[in-house]
């Protein structure tokens, strides 16, 4: 029997028409790009738009985004698309992207790592990431992060980047995180329901609520030196020094909040203090202008991997990136919709990814959030309208220069 009716019956009219011979039929979508819509009996719709990798680097470029270019925002990602500048060129195709808190003061923070027009935004955390080189190859792959800081006579802790505090951390806090003061004090808070979550027991990592929870200092720092400073790069290493002790967060400025049970294993901390920041990553990251943290890694090598994620055994929408020598893949699977689409797991993904042709899939945030774009129109079946999400990918197509508004 073939494999993927074995593990899916819900996908059986897709693969009986493969295992006969038959090929998906794809249909022209401009220059590099072609999309496909499959119905089954499960009944699932499936949408999929593939971009020739030939036309990336040259015709086309990948790009992320970031609702209201803040860290703490959501968005529609139709909005973020249209919200693009235009001299980055026409969006043509896009997806929804990281897990993100969904309340609380960190309402919209990736779950994962972002790298977002060569700045970094937020470490990775989550079990891979996705992202291109400068040679145009494609990865997908777990990242850990080296983002630390480091005091007089040495010492060193491993820090948190624009994100929720634990009591038994660090964080720093760049301008780009946005309503950073602002008190949204919700009682919970978890992420899209289809695989991850960054607020679950096991993590450590605190429910919704305030930024921090009591107990824990906050920190300015300005620039000291002459070395590199605003926005943040990986790779490189950024000499401060405190200037005060406040949680008033000034353009120009990081702040660096510890938390509670921190505080005595730390050096004294006064204004002078001299503070070294070092942006890296393991993977080295280090020139890479875009990337997005998902995960888990749905197909390596061609082959399914053991996907252990929240609800994957459940039925949800569902959302990945795929790819091959010769094409990338935009994949959505709908759901939640009876009797027109009611979802899959994330094992079943995984398979109709590789009937596609894909040799490495990652997963990307699903369930409300699943969003497929092309030429500037939603084109899969949402379950529940146009959801606000933290961050996206889209597929541009460069300005000409005959027509720079392209």
Same mark, same amino acid.
């Given at each position: 029997?073939?494999?993927?009716?074995?593990?899916?019956?819900?996908?059986?009219?897709?693969?009986?028409?493969?295992?006969?011979?038959?090929?998906?039929?794809?249909?022209?979508?401009?220059?590099?790009?072609?999309?496909?819509?499959?119905?089954?009996?499960?009944?699932?719709?499936?949408?999929?738009?593939?971009?020739?990798?030939?036309?990336?680097?040259?015709?086309?470029?990948?790009?992320?985004?970031?609702?209201?270019?803040?860290?703490?925002?959501?968005?529609?990602?139709?909005?973020?698309?249209?919200?693009?500048?235009?001299?980055?060129?026409?969006?043509?195709?896009?997806?929804?992207?990281?897990?993100?808190?969904?309340?609380?003061?960190?309402?919209?923070?990736?779950?994962?790592?972002?790298?977002?027009?060569?700045?970094?935004?937020?470490?990775?955390?989550?079990?891979?990431?996705?992202?291109?080189?400068?040679?145009?190859?494609?990865?997908?792959?777990?990242?850990?992060?080296?983002?630390?800081?480091?005091?007089?006579?040495?010492?060193?802790? !491993? &820090? @948190?980047?624009? $994100?929720? #505090?634990? *009591?038994?951390? +660090?964080?720093?806090?760049?301008?780009?995180?946005?309503?950073?003061?602002?008190?949204?004090?919700?009682?919970?808070?978890?992420?899209?329901?289809?695989?991850?979550?960054?607020?679950?027991?096991?993590?450590?990592?605190?429910?919704?609520?305030?930024?921090?929870?009591?107990?824990?200092?906050?920190?300015?720092?300005?620039?000291?030196?002459?070395?590199?400073?605003?926005?943040?790069?990986?790779?490189?290493?950024?000499?401060?020094?405190?200037?005060?002790?406040?949680?008033?967060?000034?353009?120009?400025?990081?702040?660096?909040?510890?938390?509670?049970?921190?505080?005595?294993?730390?050096?004294?901390?006064?204004?002078?203090?001299?503070?070294?920041?070092?942006?890296?990553?393991?993977?080295? !990251? &280090? @020139?890479?202008? $875009?990337? #997005?943290? *998902?995960?888990? +890694?749905?197909?390596?090598?061609?082959?399914?991997?053991?996907?252990?994620?929240?609800?994957?055994?459940?039925?949800?929408?569902?959302?990945?990136?795929?790819?091959?020598?010769?094409?990338?893949?935009?994949?959505?699977?709908?759901?939640?919709?009876?009797?027109?689409?009611?979802?899959?797991?994330?094992?079943?993904?995984?398979?109709?990814?590789?009937?596609?042709?894909?040799?490495?899939?990652?997963?990307?945030?699903?369930?409300?959030?699943?969003?497929?774009?092309?030429?500037?129109?939603?084109?899969?079946?949402?379950?529940?309208?146009?959801?606000?999400?933290?961050?996206?990918?889209?597929?541009?197509?460069?300005?000409?220069?005959?027509?720079?508004?392209?």
């Amino acid at each position: 029997m073939n494999f993927w009716v074995a593990r899916s019956f819900a996908a059986a009219a897709v693969v009986c028409q493969l295992a006969q011979g038959e090929e998906i039929t794809w249909q022209k979508s401009g220059p590099g790009l072609a999309m496909t819509r499959l119905t089954n009996s499960g009944p699932v719709i499936f949408s999929a738009v593939r971009i020739e990798l030939d036309y990336l680097n040259k015709d086309l470029s990948l790009i992320t985004t970031l609702a209201s270019n803040q860290v703490v925002g959501t968005e529609p990602l139709l909005s973020q698309v249209r919200a693009l500048p235009k001299e980055l060129g026409t969006p043509v195709a896009a997806m929804n992207g990281d897990f993100f808190m969904m309340s609380g003061a960190a309402k919209g923070d990736p779950r994962g790592l972002h790298i977002w027009r060569g700045e970094l935004v937020s470490v990775p955390t989550g079990p891979a990431a996705f992202w291109q080189d400068a040679n145009g190859k494609l990865h997908g792959e777990a990242v850990s992060s080296r983002f630390t800081v480091s005091w007089p006579g040495g010492g060193t802790n !491993l &820090s @948190g980047l624009n $994100e929720q #505090l634990r *009591t038994n951390s +660090m964080v720093i806090f760049t301008p780009r995180m946005g309503r950073l003061n602002e008190d949204r004090t919700t009682t919970n808070s978890a992420n899209s329901s289809s695989g991850r979550s960054r607020n679950t027991a096991d993590t450590g990592i605190p429910q919704g609520g305030p930024i921090r929870p009591p107990g824990g200092r906050e920190y300015i720092l300005e620039h000291s030196g002459t070395g590199p400073w605003l926005p943040l790069r990986v790779g490189h290493v950024y000499r401060a020094k405190v200037v005060a002790s406040s949680n008033r967060l000034s353009a120009g400025k990081m702040m660096m909040m510890v938390g509670s049970n921190l505080l005595a294993s730390v050096p004294e901390i006064t204004n002078g203090t001299p503070v070294t920041i070092t942006a890296a990553t393991e993977p080295d !990251l &280090s @020139g890479i202008q $875009e990337a #997005l943290g *998902t995960g888990p +890694m749905l197909v390596q090598g061609g082959q399914p991997s053991e996907v252990t994620a929240r609800m994957s055994e459940q039925l949800h929408p569902r959302a990945a990136l795929g790819w091959n020598e010769k094409y990338l893949y935009l994949t959505t699977a709908d759901g939640r919709q009876k009797e027109i689409s009611v979802g899959i797991k994330l094992a079943e993904m995984a398979d109709f990814m590789i009937e596609l042709g894909c040799e490495e899939v990652i997963n990307m945030d699903g369930g409300q959030s699943t969003t497929l774009m092309l030429n500037g129109k939603i084109i899969n079946q949402q379950s529940s309208g146009l959801h606000a999400v933290a961050n996206g990918i889209v597929v541009l197509r460069k300005p000409t220069p005959e027509n720079p508004d392209d």
